[in-house]
């Protein structure tokens, strides 16, 4: 059994930076591939930005570039999600998804494994 469990989440301010991490626990060979999905209040689950295995290739949705940066460290087993210049409508719940293959997949239906979701909320 793998788990996922994210932190960092929060109230905060629009312009302010935030760090969302992704810790991994448990049958870590599973997860290779990991990807950041949120979900806004009254709207669906979207993909939000997804790294490799090795972490040699990242992408992100058109709607965060430049502004949300992944990483991971696989020697402590964490994927994060580096958030700047906050807007309003980045007030979601973020979860983090994990699946074995390498390459990260924009469809949540590839991810069979999910943390419980960390919620930010960011204010005017």
């Known amino acids: 059994q793998v788990t996922l469990v994210e932190s960092g989440g929060g109230l905060v301010q629009a312009g302010d930076s935030l760090r969302l991490s992704c810790t991994v626990s448990?049958?870590?060979?599973?997860?290779?591939?990991m990807a950041w999905f949120r979900q806004a209040p009254g709207k669906e689950r979207e993909f939000v930005s997804g790294?490799?295995?090795?972490?040699?290739?990242?992408d992100y949705a058109d709607s965060v570039k430049g502004r949300f940066f992944v990483s991971r460290d696989n020697a402590k087993y964490a994927a994060y999600l580096q958030i700047d210049s906050l807007k309003l409508e980045d007030t979601a719940v973020y979860y983090c998804?994990?699946?074995?293959?390498?390459?990260?997949?924009?469809?949540?239906?590839?991810?069979?494994?999910w943390g419980q979701g960390t919620q930010v909320n960011v204010s005017s």
């Open positions: 790294i490799s295995g090795h972490g040699s290739y990242t």
């Open positions: 998804a994990g699946h074995d293959r390498d390459d990260p997949s924009r469809s949540e239906q590839d991810y069979v494994t």
């Open positions: 448990g049958y870590t060979d599973s997860v290779a591939a």
